[in-house]
C-alpha cells in the first residue's frame, strides 16, 4: 500500500514532466522559423515503481531526454547539395554580368561598330578623295576602338569584381570554420556533462550546411566533434580551425607544418568554386576578344602601311603604335589630326581617284583570318558571343534545376525535423490537460491529508 | 506525410516566385515584341542574329556602293553620248570641207563650228560626278583636259581604274577598266585631231581636213563601243542590286523569324500565366495563416 505523500511525489513528478513538455513544446514553436532548428521531443518514461502489497507500485513519470528529431544521411545529402547550388548560383551571378557586355541583342554592339569600320571603308573606296568619307572613317574606327576598350574595361570589372567576391567567400569560410570549432569544444563538454546539445548541434549542422554552399570541403563526424578538410587540408580540426587565405590566383591555408597552396583548380565548388568559374570563363572571352582587335589591327595595318595617303605618305600604321588588344587599341593620331593621310590608294595608284588599299581594307571584313584562317572577324565574334550567351544559359538552367533539387532536399528534411504548428498545438493541449490533472491530483491528496489531520 | 510549417511557406514561396517569374517573362516578351530579351534567352540565335544583322547591313553597303556606281554611270553615258555626237558633227563637217564646196565663207563658218566642237568635247572631258573627274581616272580632283590658246592639248589624267565593290570579293569598274575613250588608237587625243581640223580650216588645207575624217570616224565608233561596254557593266549593276534586295528582304524576314515573339502566343502565355497567378495567391491566402489555433478557444 502506497502512502498519501508517494501520492503527492507521483504528482510532483507529473507536474514537473508536463510543464518540461509544455517547455519544449514552446521552443518548437519559438523556433519555428529558425533555420537549420530540428524539432525536439520529450522522451517520457514511467518513474521507478516501488516495491508494495499487492504489487508495485508506479513512481509517477520522468523525462529522460530531450531529442532532436533529425536525419543525419539527409544532413549529408544537403551538404553535398549546397556546394552545387552555391557553384551555380556564384556562376550564374558572374556570367550574367559578363552576358551584359556582350549582349547584342539590341542594335548596338561590338558587332554595330565592327560593320560601321569595314562600311566606313567602302565609302572611302567610292570616294577616295572625300574628306568627309576620310573623317567619317576615323570617327567610326574611334568609335571601335572605344567600344573594345570599353569592353575589356568591363571584363577586367568584372574579373576583379570576382576576385574581390573571392576574397569575401573565403573570409565568411574562416568565419564559419572558427565557429564550428567553437561549437565543436562546447559540444564535446555538454556531452561529458551527459546533457544533449540539440541547439548546438542543430547550430553547428548549419553552419556545416552554409560552409558547404561556400566552397567543395568534406565534412566528418567524429564522436562529439565534426572534422571539415578542403582539398586535403584540415580546416577544422578538432577545436581549432586554420585560416584559409586568397593568394590570388591560388589559395594557401595554415597547417601544422606551416603554410600550404590550394590550387585554384582544387576548389571545384561552392561558391568560390562558381566565381573562379566565371572568372576563368571571362578570361577567355577576354583573350578571345584581343584576339580579335589584334586581328584587326595587324590584318589594317599591314595593308594601310602598304598603301598611301593624299599626300603621298605611306607606310604608315592606321593604329597607333602599341595597339595589340581590345585594351589599348587607338587610331594613330598623325592620322585623326590628319586623314587625307589614310592610305586609300594602292602604291602604285594615283591620288586621289586611287582606291585599291580602301578597297582591299574593306574586303578584310570576308577575308577567313580569325581562328586559324577559318572565320571572319564577325563570325568570330558572333561565336564569342554565342558561347557567352551559351555559358550563361547553362548557369542559369543548373541554378535553376540544383535548386530545385535543393528544395525537395529541403521538404524531405522539413518532414522530419520541421516544427509543425498544429503538431505542437495538440501537444500543448494534451501536456497542457495532463498538467491540469496532475494538479487536480494534488489537490486531492491534499483534501485527502486534511480530512486525516482533522480526524478526532 | 508530415507536413511542417516550413514545408508549406516554402512550396508557397517557391510557387509564387515561379509563376510570378513567368509572368514578367510573359509581359517583357510582350512589351518589347521580341522573342530575345538577354542573350541567354536563346544561345543560339543570339549568334544566328549576328549573322542575319551582318548580312543585312553588308547588302545594304553594297547597295548604297552600287547606287553611287549607277548613278556615276549615268553621269558618264550622257557625257559620252553628247561627245559622240559632236564627234559625228565634227567628222560630217570635215568631210563636207575636204569635198569641193570649199570657198572662203563656208570655211569660215566651218571653222567657228570645229573651234566650238573642240571646246564642247573638251567640257565633257571634264565633267564631273560629285567632286569628282569622271574620265581622269585616279587624278580625279583636276580637270583632265586642258589646252593652250593654239588649242594645243594637254591631258593630265591617268588611265586608273575605278572600282567599287558590288560583293564579297566582288568589285566592277565604272569605266571601262581605266581605257580612256579620249584617246585615239595610236596614242595621240581626240583633241589633236580635232586640231587638226581646225588647223585645216584655218590654212585652208584641204588634205589636213579631208585626213581627219577617218580617225574621227574611229573615234565615234570607240565612243559607242565605250558605251556599249558601260551599259552592259550599269546592266550588272541593277540586275547586282535587285539580286541583293531579294536577298536582303531574305535576310530581313529571317532576323525577324529569330528574334520577334509570336505576339499572338505571347498574349495568349500572359493570359494563362496570369490565371495561374491569381490561383496561386488565392491558394495561398487561404492556405497559409490557417492553423489549428484558429479552432481552440
Known amino acids: ?456 | 506525410m508530415r507536413i511542417s510549417e516550413n514545408m508549406l511557406i516554402d512550396s508557397m514561396r517557391g510557387s509564387l516566385a515561379a509563376n510570378r517569374e513567368q509572368l514578367v517573362d510573359a509581359q517583357n516578351t510582350l512589351a518589347s515584341g521580341k522573342r530575345l530579351n538577354r542573350p541567354s534567352d536563346d544561345p543560339a540565335a543570339a549568334e544566328q542574329i549576328l549573322g542575319f544583322r551582318g548580312q543585312i547591313a553588308s547588302l545594304a553597303q553594297y547597295r548604297r556602293n552600287i547606287q553611287k556606281g549607277s548613278a556615276r554611270m549615268a553621269v558618264t553615258d550622257a557625257s559620252l553620248e553628247s561627245v559622240r555626237g559632236l564627234l559625228q558633227d565634227a567628222r560630217n563637217l570635215a568631210q563636207e570641207q575636204s569635198g569641193g564646196t570649199f570657198d572662203d565663207q563656208t570655211r569660215a563658218a566651218a571653222l567657228e563650228a570645229a573651234r566650238h566642237i573642240y571646246d564642247q568635247v573638251m567640257d565633257m572631258a571634264n565633267s564631273r560626278y560629285g567632286d569628282q573627274y569622271l574620265f581622269g581616272g585616279h587624278r580625279s580632283d583636276g580637270p583632265p583636259a586642258s589646252r593652250d590658246d593654239a588649242y594645243n592639248a594637254t591631258w593630265s589624267g591617268d588611265e586608273g581604274d575605278v572600282r567599287i565593290a558590288i560583293g564579297a570579293n566582288t568589285s566592277v569598274s565604272l569605266n571601262s577598266g581605266g581605257r580612256n575613250p579620249f584617246r585615239n588608237a595610236d596614242g595621240t587625243l581626240v583633241f589633236d585631231t580635232l586640231k587638226n581640223v581646225i588647223d585645216g580650216l584655218a590654212g585652208g588645207d584641204a588634205a589636213l581636213v579631208a585626213a581627219q575624217v577617218g580617225t574621227l570616224d574611229q573615234a565615234v565608233e570607240r565612243i559607242k563601243a565605250v558605251q556599249g561596254a558601260d551599259a552592259i557593266v550599269a546592266e550588272r549593276l541593277a540586275a547586282t542590286d535587285t539580286q541583293w534586295q531579294h536577298l536582303q528582304n531574305h535576310y530581313e524576314s529571317l532576323l525577324a523569324d529569330t528574334e520577334n515573339a509570336d505576339m499572338n502566343q505571347a498574349a495568349v502565355d500572359l493570359m494563362t500565366r496570369q490565371t495561374a497567378y491569381e490561383a496561386a495567391l488565392t491558394a495561398t491566402s487561404r492556405v497559409v495563416g490557417q492553423s489549428l489555433l484558429d479552432f481552440l478557444k
Open chain 1, 1 to 456: 500500500m502506497s502512502s498519501l505523500f508517494n501520492i503527492l511525489g507521483i504528482g510532483r513528478s507529473a507536474l514537473q514532466v508536463q510543464q518540461t513538455g509544455i517547455s519544449v513544446t514552446g521552443h518548437n514553436i519559438a523556433n519555428v522559423n529558425t533555420p537549420g532548428y530540428s524539432r525536439q521531443r520529450v522522451d517520457l518514461t514511467s518513474g521507478e515503481p516501488v516495491a508494495a502489497t499487492p504489487g508495485q507500485m508506479g513512481g509517477g513519470v520522468q523525462a529522460v531526454s530531450v531529442q532532436r528529431m533529425h536525419d543525419r544521411f539527409l544532413g549529408a545529402q544537403i551538404d553535398g547539395q549546397s556546394q552545387e547550388l552555391g557553384k551555380w548560383e556564384a556562376e550564374k551571378s558572374g556570367l550574367e554580368r559578363l552576358q551584359i557586355i556582350f549582349d547584342e541583342t539590341g542594335e548596338t554592339g561590338l558587332n554595330h561598330n565592327l560593320q560601321e569600320f569595314w562600311h566606313a571603308w567602302q565609302d572611302l573606296a567610292n570616294n577616295p578623295g572625300g574628306s568627309v568619307e576620310r573623317s567619317q572613317l576615323v570617327s567610326k574606327s574611334q568609335a571601335l576602338s572605344d567600344r573594345f576598350q570599353q569592353m575589356s574595361a568591363a571584363v577586367t570589372d568584372v574579373q576583379s569584381d570576382l576576385d574581390t567576391q573571392i576574397g569575401q567567400a573565403v573570409s565568411d569560410i574562416n568565419d564559419k570554420a572558427g565557429q564550428i570549432a567553437a561549437l565543436n569544444r562546447r559540444i564535446r563538454q555538454a556531452e561529458n556533462m551527459g546533457q544533449a546539445p540539440n541547439d548546438l548541434k542543430d547550430r553547428r549542422d548549419q553552419l556545416v550546411k552554409e560552409l558547404s554552399s561556400l566552397a567543395n570541403v568534406s565534412a566528418s563526424e567524429s564522436g562529439p566533434v565534426v572534422n571539415i578538410s578542403i582539398d586535403g587540408h584540415a580546416l577544422v580540426d578538432d577545436e581549432t580551425a586554420y585560416a584559409l587565405s586568397y593568394t590570388n590566383p591560388d589559395f594557401s591555408i595554415q597547417t601544422s607544418g606551416g603554410p600550404a597552396v590550394i590550387a585554384a583548380s582544387a576548389i571545384t565548388s561552392g561558391k568560390v568554386g562558381g566565381y573562379l568559374a566565371a572568372k576563368t570563363d571571362g578570361q577567355d572571352y577576354l583573350a578571345r576578344l584581343n584576339d580579335l582587335a589584334a586581328g584587326i589591327i595587324d590584318n589594317v595595318n599591314t595593308l594601310h602601311a602598304g598603301g598611301q595617303g593624299l599626300d603621298h605618305s605611306t607606310g604608315l600604321d592606321f593604329f597607333a603604335a602599341g595597339s595589340t588588344s581590345a585594351a589599348n587599341i587607338a587610331v594613330n593620331p598623325a592620322i585623326v589630326s590628319d586623314p587625307s593621310k589614310i592610305a586609300a590608294a594602292g602604291a602604285a595608284e594615283d591620288v586621289p581617284g586611287g582606291a585599291a588599299n580602301a578597297m582591299a581594307i574593306g574586303n578584310l571584313e570576308f577575308q577567313d583570318l580569325m581562328n586559324g584562317n577559318t572565320a571572319t572577324f564577325g563570325a568570330y565574334y558572333a561565336s564569342l558571343v554565342g558561347d557567352v550567351a551559351g555559358s550563361a544559359k547553362t548557369a542559369a538552367d543548373q541554378f535553376d534545376q540544383n535548386t530545385s533539387v535543393m528544395n525537395q532536399l529541403e521538404s524531405y528534411r522539413d518532414e522530419v525535423s520541421g516544427v509543425s504548428i498544429d503538431e505542437e498545438m495538440v501537444n500543448l493541449v494534451q501536456f497542457q490537460h495532463a498538467y491540469a490533472a496532475a494538479a487536480k491530483l494534488i489537490s486531492a491528496t491534499d483534501e485527502m491529508l486534511d480530512v486525516l489531520m482533522n480526524m478526532g
